[in-house]
């Protein structure tokens, strides 16, 4: 787990050092973000359908704040339920959320990381291309 984490943040501190200029005052004036995730999970063992809500704050040009709450369907059922913090650079958006994951009557307490590219739409929708590992 150390070395995911050692792994992420020599991925997202370049971006952040170097990715500053990029990202305009007109991004950062859009303070509340809400996004809808639709996707496939995925364990050595099954795949699933899995829908998900997260809410992000952006504080400033690099970290936005919120929470996300994702559900698996099929032999993966589960619910995760978590805070979330953001870190943005030039169009790129890092997660790291500690979560809780309720599965029946298990329950885990995993850790998500992720890395998703936002592509800005009109009217200030965008389509993200995400990649969680929790």
Known sequence: MKSALLGLLLIVLPFMIFGQDQVSE???????????????????????????????YRVNKIIGAGALVDYASGSIASLL???????????????????????????AWPLRLGAAYQSELPKGVSISPVVYFD
């Open 26 to 56: 007109v991004e950062v004036e859009k303070k509340n973000q809400i996004s809808v995730f639709f996707g496939a999970i995925s364990n050595k063992d099954a795949n699933a359908f899995a829908i998900g809500l997260d809410d992000q």
């Open 81 to 107: 339920i978590g805070p979330a913090l953001y870190l943005h650079a030039w169009h790129f958006e890092f997660t790291i959320a500690p979560k809780i994951e309720l599965s029946g009557s298990d329950v």
